[in-house]
């Protein structure tokens, strides 16, 4: 019997396993698809939090500022000193499973989930590896399979109730400034989320988030801008933006976009993704320690990552949903406000790409009425 089986092996799954396999444990982590980092579902948009925890030589760019743009066709800019990595996605991934693998994680690829199931002797998976019908048990499963997870289906039954629809490009057309990323806001280019368009040297990432409505539509608009003859490859995909009220049941932990531990701003999960798998990892370890797996033991993983990231994805969520409502009169009202030099300060000393809410907090907390703005969106 296995001690952990991590189904998935994007950037949470592979730091989980690797987490535990570089503590001794026996680790079997299964991944659906033939190459790991395929298909890229992501702009790969991090901070060195991320790069510290996988050593990894997929940063093709970094930037440090950002051009928002709003319905008016105004702009403001926002810079910060700390740099911001843009990885290749797919290298990077690479990079986290080799972490893994050289720690002593069984990796296999072209394995596919097809049922697991938990009882009070140990968890049970049926998985299909190259057209083969397999079948472990383990002391532990950890889901790390992504927004469509197959082990929240199986063992969980439940799903994230809020979704961002996500349509992106890998496009040939080349921004001029490859230190600022591009923003996008207004009902032309989205539906309760934002555009974007992210430099990555000869290329850049286009794309186009919505909260319930058809991204692609969307994204046709905002790529004219661009030329629709440079697109090089197509992804997307659904993005969880609200984490599950219960990630860990008896012998089960869900981590990263399986859990909805996403940043509801940004619908960025690789930051969250690890240190939820971090601490999974952690409770596991001390689970198989403890032989003890129940639900109560498993319960000290939620206490952990809501410890480290509770408060910002809550009310990085609550924004959120404000933020979807906002008219794009009440944006160009936002501009108004947002462009004068003493903000844009504020914006640059504050601003952290994996804690938004620090910036928001201090902009509100100094101009409260900015609220209103926000919640009086529909006039």
Excluded at 129 to 144: P, T, V
């Amino acid at each position: 019997m296995r001690d952990v089986i991590v189904v998935g092996a994007g950037p949470s799954g592979s730091y989980a396993s690797y987490a535990l396999s570089s503590k001794g444990y026996d680790v079997l982590n299964l991944e659906e698809h033939m190459e790991i980092g395929k298909p890229v579902e992501c702009t790969g948009l991090v901070s060195r939090r991320v790069t510290e925890m996988v050593r990894t030589g997929s940063v093709v760019n970094t930037v440090s500022g950002a051009h928002i743009f709003f319905p008016n066709g105004k702009s403001i800019h926002v810079h910060k000193k700390e740099k911001t990595m843009v990885l290749n996605r797919d290298s990077f991934d690479k990079d986290a499973a080799g972490q893994s693998i050289a720690a002593g994680t069984d990796l296999r690829i072209d394995a596919r989930l097809r049922k697991a199931s938990v009882s009070k002797d140990g968890v049970t998976v049926e998985y299909r590896e190259r057209g083969n019908l397999k079948e472990e048990r383990a002391r532990i499963i950890i889901g790390a399979d992504g927004m469509n997870s197959m082990v929240r289906k199986e063992v969980f039954g439940t799903r994230p109730y809020r979704v961002i629809s996500a349509y992106q490009v890998d496009s040939a057309a080349r921004l001029e400034d490859q230190d600022s990323v591009q923003v996008f806001v207004g009902s032309d280019v989205t539906r309760g989320f934002f555009g974007w368009a992210t430099p990555s040297d000869n290329l850049t990432r286009i794309g186009v988030g919505t909260h319930g409505g058809a991204s692609f539509r969307y994204f046709k608009s905002l790529n004219s801008r661009f030329g629709e003859s440079k697109i090089l490859g197509i992804n997307g995909g659904g993005i969880p933006i609200s984490y599950l009220r219960k990630t860990y049941s008896r012998r089960a932990m869900l981590v990263g976009d399986a859990a909805g531990i996403v940043k509801p701003l940004s619908g960025g999960g690789i930051y969250t993704g690890m240190v939820s798998g971090k601490h999974a990892a952690a409770t596991a370890v001390d689970a198989l320690e403890r032989e003890d797996f129940s639900e109560s033991a498993m319960s000290a993983y939620q206490r952990l990552w809501k410890k480290d990231l509770g408060n910002e994805l809550w009310f990085d969520g609550m924004f959120q949903r404000l933020f979807s409502m906002i008219s794009d009169r009440s944006f160009n009202r936002i501009y108004s406000i947002l462009s004068s030099p003493e903000v844009i300060e504020k914006i640059n000393e504050r601003g952290d790409i994996d804690y938004p809410s620090r910036v928001v907090i201090s902009l509100l907390a100094r101009r409260p009425w900015l609220l209103r703005h926000i919640i009086q969106s529909k006039s």
